[in-house]
């Protein structure tokens, strides 16, 4: 749900903002503000990633004092014509347009919290990091994220103003912020506990836009505590762990694949990580599930839980899986026979979730373990596996440790 909707700026001219909108029709408010490319296919990506996380998203043209609509590449002649853009901007003019946009969305009826109030972020990237440092400042934003902003240094009086909570994310690559410049920003923000700053070691600038610098395991992790941060100022907020509950009550209790599938996000992935097993995407998930997943789990499978962490996006479960091998389970002993087998197996989920649905699903455990119990695995072939103990020592930690250890014995006092 994504339209062009009009800004009016200080200067009395019209300018256009990509409007993209939640599941729910309303929400708090990001100013998503663009890298030096413009409002391109990229930043309205990012603007529909925020929607589906429960935003209404608006990305104001703020290369408009060149002229509307600039949209530019990533290739060698929208680079050069991006710099060449950069050193003409007027950030005074931007932040104008910014304080403008950040007016109209109090006033927008979409723009509504879970207490009708209407809250609005900043949020950008690289040349937008800046934009969003200084708005923060300038704009009355009741929060602040920035992205490999660059020039931050060159504003650090204006921090005075900024009462905000505010994220900076930095990459440890970044030459246009070398790490003499993260340094000074923080110990600048030292004394300021509002102002989180997180540092990418192995990133480089614009490790979140896809494309040569793209670093996932930084852009997953900045993502998350870009979250934490707007979860906590000003919602949308989610009961992830009940909706969790939901999801695995269709998996394991009623068997209901279209109701599983509808607690997911339009196209999902689960991995099982020690077979390889599930789906990426809704046409090859709803396949897993339905002839390899969902009615592919023994009768009396259980789940035993043992302990639950909530965070901004995800839930981590941790639970003991139960069940007797009676019937071959594809997706954790694909291609073995039954062997009647009664098994016992510690196991993590690591659930992802994008706003009020299920984005992606990663479940450990041991598969050892496993093979031991049904016995296709000889414990005593090797020192380096246990069967159903690792069971039993989770639910009792009393239970000795280090019995595979032969080195163990010699340490004895």
């Known amino acids: 749900m994504s339209d062009y909707i009009d800004v009016t700026g200080d200067d009395g001219v019209h300018f256009r903002a990509y409007r993209a909108l939640p599941r729910a029709g309303s929400g708090p408010v990001l100013v998503l503000l663009q890298e030096i490319f413009g409002v391109n296919a990229h930043m309205r990506a990012v603007a529909d990633l925020y929607a589906e996380e429960g935003y209404v998203v608006l990305a104001p043209d703020l290369f408009r004092q060149f002229g509307p609509g600039i949209e530019l590449d990533y290739d060698e002649a929208g680079l050069a014509q991006a710099f060449a853009y950069y050193e003409k901007?007027?950030?005074?003019?931007?932040?104008?347009?910014?304080?403008?946009?950040?007016?109209?969305?109090?006033?927008?009826?979409?723009?509504?919290?879970?207490?009708?109030?209407?809250?609005?972020?900043?949020?950008?990237?690289?040349?937008?990091?800046?934009?969003?440092?200084?708005?923060?400042?300038?704009?009355?934003?009741?929060?602040?994220?920035?992205?490999?902003?660059?020039?931050?240094?060159?504003?650090?009086?204006?921090?005075?103003?900024?009462?905000?909570?505010?994220?900076?994310?930095?990459?440890?690559?970044?030459?246009?912020?070398?790490?003499?410049?993260?340094?000074?920003?923080?110990?600048?923000?030292?004394?300021?506990?509002?102002?989180?700053?997180?540092?990418?070691?192995?990133?480089?600038?614009?490790?979140?836009?896809p494309g040569s610098h793209f670093h996932k395991p930084s852009a997953l992790m900045a993502h998350t505590r870009t979250l934490a941060l707007l979860r906590r100022v000003m919602g949308p907020r989610y009961d992830l762990s009940a909706l969790w509950d939901k999801h695995c009550e269709y998996e394991f209790a009623t068997r209901d694949v279209e109701a599983t599938m509808a607690t997911m996000v339009a196209e999902p992935y689960v991995n099982h990580i020690p077979t390889m097993t599930g789906g990426y995407g809704y046409r090859d998930l709803y396949r897993f599930y339905k002839n390899h997943f969902v009615f592919s789990n023994p009768a009396d499978t259980k789940l035993v839980p043992i302990s639950?962490?909530?965070?901004?996006?995800?839930?981590?479960?941790?639970?003991?899986?139960?069940?007797?091998?009676?019937?071959?389970?594809?997706?954790?002993?694909?291609?073995?026979?039954?062997?009647?087998?009664?098994?016992?197996?510690?196991?993590?989920?690591?659930?992802?979730?994008?706003?009020?649905?299920?984005?992606?699903?990663?479940?450990?455990?041991?598969?050892?373990?496993?093979?031991?119990?049904?016995?296709?695995?000889?414990?005593?072939?090797?020192?380096?596996?246990?069967?159903?103990?690792?069971?039993?020592?989770?639910?009792?930690?009393?239970?000795?440790?280090?019995?595979?250890?032969?080195?163990?014995?010699?340490?004895?006092?």
């Open 89 to 209: 901007f007027d950030i005074a003019r931007a932040v104008a347009d910014i304080s403008a946009t950040v007016r109209l969305a109090r006033t927008l009826p979409e723009a509504r919290g879970e207490d009708g109030q209407a809250r609005v972020a900043a949020l950008g990237f690289c040349l937008g990091g800046k934009l969003a440092y200084l708005a923060a400042a300038e704009s009355g934003v009741d929060a602040a994220v920035s992205y490999y902003g660059v020039g931050i240094e060159k504003s650090l009086a204006e921090s005075a103003k900024i009462t905000c909570p505010m994220v900076l994310h930095f990459a440890g690559h970044d030459r246009f912020t070398p790490p003499a410049v993260i340094a000074a920003i923080h110990a600048h923000f030292a004394a300021r506990p509002e102002v989180e700053i997180f540092l990418y070691p192995d990133a480089d600038h614009a490790f979140n836009r």
């Open 308 to 413: 639950r962490t909530i965070g901004a996006d995800r839930v981590v479960d941790e639970m003991l899986f139960c069940f007797t091998h009676d019937r071959e389970i594809d997706w954790m002993l694909p291609g073995i026979p039954p062997t009647g087998k009664y098994v016992e197996v510690p196991l993590i989920a690591i659930v992802n979730f994008r706003g009020d649905k299920l984005y992606n699903e990663h479940i450990y455990w041991d598969q050892a373990s496993v093979l031991v119990q049904i016995g296709l695995l000889d414990p005593k072939t090797t020192s380096a596996v246990a069967g159903a103990e690792t069971a039993r020592k989770l639910l009792d930690p009393s239970l000795p440790s280090n019995t595979l250890m032969p080195a163990w014995a010699k340490s004895a006092p």
